[in-house]
């Protein structure tokens, strides 16, 4: 079993949407949780963090996470095309090594 | 200012080839990792250099695949004797700690296809 998995996708949704994607884990050693967008032929660039169970919000985006239920979820409000990504969840023990998820890769239609 | 770097963008190689992939890393960062991306995967940890600690390379996948860097900058992954298998996008990142989570800061990745 893997540490990460994320719900592979791919979604496609009208622009304007709500776009939910989940990862959970399976190590309770992980202390930070991160969010990566990774465009089309790009690296992933860190999208949001956090690391104490609730909701964070940051603009369109909200990370959720929830500790004793152990997932991590992103929301996207109002979605527009430029949206469309593939998204990781990453997260990490109290070192550095960053675990993450295969990916979901959204796309958001004009 | 200048972001990760990294090069070539794609390389084609016939099985059996060594191959050297570089990456010029953010000006003052001292950590630089080093992952695979295979289609379909999550990113997969390969080597991480941090500063002039010697370097973690728990991830590397077989004595084919070794990395250096030097003078604390510009780091190269090389595959020797590459095989099918190996064929994913090689990415590497260089990073800097910024409140309490250390940001890590990616190159676009070099592109392998082993023919």
């Known amino acids: 079993q893997k540490e990460v998995e994320q719900d592979p996708g791919p979604l496609s949704v009208p622009e304007g949407a709500i776009v939910s994607l989940n990862c959970t884990y399976s190590n309770s050693a992980f202390q930070y949780f991160m969010w990566y967008r990774q465009y089309s032929r790009k690296g992933p660039e860190l999208l949001m963090y956090?690391?104490?169970?609730g909701n964070k919000e940051d603009g369109r985006f909200t990370a959720q996470l929830n500790k004793a239920s152990q997932y991590v979820s992103l929301l996207i409000r109002d979605s527009q095309p430029s949206d469309s990504a593939t998204y990781l969840c990453?997260?990490?023990?109290?070192?550095?090594?960053?675990?993450f998820g295969a990916g979901t890769t959204v796309t958001v239609r004009a | 200012g200048a972001g990760v770097s990294q090069s070539p963008s794609n390389k084609v190689t016939e099985k059996g080839k060594d191959v050297e992939l570089r990456c010029d890393p953010i000006?003052?960062?001292?950590?630089l990792y080093w992952y695979r991306q295979s289609l379909g995967q999550g990113l997969e940890f390969l080597i991480y250099f941090q500063g002039n600690s010697a370097p973690d390379k728990s991830g590397l996948p077989s004595d084919r695949f070794s990395a250096e860097r030097t003078g604390g900058s510009v780091s190269t992954l090389t595959i020797q004797r590459t095989q099918q298998e190996d064929s994913a996008v090689y990415l590497c990142?260089?990073?800097?700690?910024?409140?309490?989570?250390?940001?890590?800061?990616f190159g676009p990745g070099t592109r392998l296809l082993v023919l």
């Open positions: 990453a997260m990490r023990r109290n070192d550095y090594k960053l675990s």
């Open positions: 956090t690391y104490s169970s």
């Open positions: 990142a260089s990073s800097t700690t910024s409140g309490v989570i250390e940001t890590q800061y």
């Open positions: 000006s003052g960062h001292t950590a």
